[in-house]
């Protein structure tokens, strides 16, 4: 019996990283309802999760911190996640992967599927805000069944990008972000002996400079000293050694221990909706947080105090009404967002946010009443990119057919026990190298 013909969906997440994995879970989620089926009581869909080994695969306090559930979560190679899919019958598949990966992926997929009549409802799409890379980001995931837009905005440019090209744009869907949510912010929630919050939300990669991270940890422990009222909250992505999406060379954690801290200002980790609870100003360079700050309408601020620049993603939030400096802040300004701006970015705090993935759900439904599905067909193959693509399947152990390079794992054989140990030890050392070694050595060249 086909999958999509059961009472239960089964549905399938790869990812490459923390984030992306609590993306690409909720978003599953989202296109495929999560009720219970009224005839036997149980659950109407099944989510197996799998992450893909990498220098970001996240750790088990990371996973935890997500707190996105799977019915199973393992953790695999490119050829080991495509020896599932070849005998896996899955409804619908979420490459919640970055744009190398998607492609990789989706060239292996249609590979392993050759000769099938039946398939997985193909999606992909973005984890956050899309402020660099969009047509290589794009071209990279275009040949999914459903690319996934997290705004108007973005589903504008989207299309725009595809059709500049002379690719299908059909699947470009509008959606929103998956992890929007929580109770609006109240002036008037706090009790009397509550204290009025500041979060600042750090980010990995921007800025990257030392120079420019001491600066902004500098202002945040002057503002928690000029307002000892206040709890003021450095909320980290990560501890040291681990990685999120992006590579962190000098965490916060670290420039923090030669600092003396003033006793109203912490250090925090944890699930970003749980932090934004008790947020009453959230202050960040670019993050992503800014739009699930935007939609509880919690004041929400984006600095310009190291300019306003593509190179550190600020440049997305002109127009929002949300752009400030440190000094502002000092003097108690709160932004008001404009709201034409915030409509247009996905952020529904007019009380439509469920029916965001009401599209994609339906176009999720029609594909799988379909029956059988063509074949993937992405833009770049090895007659439009040839320099290009045989590159990026080869860093996934594919040749540019899509089929498994020799020395891959075997489509018929599992990995033995020695060879899983190896592979174990030769993660550890990649993930130490990129971590430890690689940024000491691009310190020691800017001498």
């Not at 869907?173 to 609006?184: C, K, N, Q």
């Not at 309408?297 to 310009?304: A, F, K």
């Not at 018929?412 to 940024?439: E, K, S």
Request: charge should be neutral.
């Amino acid at each position: 019996m086909p999958a999509s013909a059961k009472k239960s969906r089964r549905v399938a997440v790869l990812a490459d990283s923390d984030t992306r994995w609590k993306w690409g879970a909720l978003t599953a989620n989202r296109l495929v309802s999560a009720g219970v089926s009224p005839d036997s009581g149980e659950p109407d869909i099944r989510l197996d999760g799998y992450l893909l080994r990498g220098r970001a695969t996240p750790t088990a306090r990371q996973l935890e911190e997500v707190g996105v559930r799977a019915d199973r979560l393992s953790e695999v190679t490119a050829a080991e996640f495509l020896r599932e899919m070849a005998r896996e019958p899955y409804d619908v598949l979420v490459l919640a992967l970055v744009g190398g990966g998607v492609q990789a992926m989706l060239h292996g997929l249609a590979h392993a599927w050759q000769g099938r009549t039946e398939r997985p409802v193909v999606v992909t799409g973005y984890v956050g805000v899309v402020y660099e890379k969009l047509t290589d980001g794009l071209l990279l995931r275009h040949g999914a069944d459903l690319v996934l837009a997290n705004s108007r905005q973005d589903a504008d440019r989207f299309r725009a990008v595809y059709e500049g090209v002379g690719a299908d744009a059909s699947s470009v869907t509008e959606v929103a972000l998956p992890f929007l949510g929580g109770a609006a912010h109240s002036a008037n929630r706090k009790a009397d002996d509550d204290p009025y919050t500041v979060v600042f939300a750090a980010q990995p990669s921007v800025p990257q400079s030392r120079q420019d991270r001491v600066y902004l940890l500098d202002r945040l422990i002057g503002h928690a000293r000029r307002h000892p009222g206040r709890e003021v909250l450095l909320k980290l992505r990560s501890k040291p050694g681990e990685h999120t999406t992006h590579i962190e060379e000098l965490p916060y954690q670290k420039l923090a221990q030669r600092k003396d801290l003033p006793a109203n200002l912490r250090l925090v980790y944890g699930n970003m909706g749980e932090v934004l609870d008790r947020t009453d100003l959230l202050v960040t360079v670019s993050s992503t947080a800014a739009l699930e700050s935007l939609h509880r309408r919690i004041p929400t601020v984006v600095l310009t105090d190291l300019g306003v620049r593509e190179a550190y993603g600020n440049h997305h939030f002109v127009g929002s009404g949300c752009l400030a400096s440190w000094d502002q802040l000092d003097d108690g300004y709160e932004p008001e967002p404009d709201p034409r701006w915030v409509d247009r970015q996905g952020v529904a705090t007019g009380g439509t946010y469920e029916a965001a993935f009401d599209r994609a759900r339906h176009r999720v439904d029609e594909l799988l009443g379909a029956g059988e599905l063509p074949p993937l067909k992405p833009y770049y193959t090895p007659v439009t990119a040839p320099g290009y693509l045989p590159g990026i399947l080869a860093r996934h152990h594919l040749a540019p057919d899509g089929g498994p390079l020799p020395g891959a794992p075997t489509a018929d054989r599992a990995p033995g026990p020695v060879r899983r140990i190896f592979r174990h030890a030769a993660r550890g050392a990649y993930r130490h190298g990129v971590q430890r070694v690689a940024p000491v050595i691009r310190r020691m060249g800017e001498l």
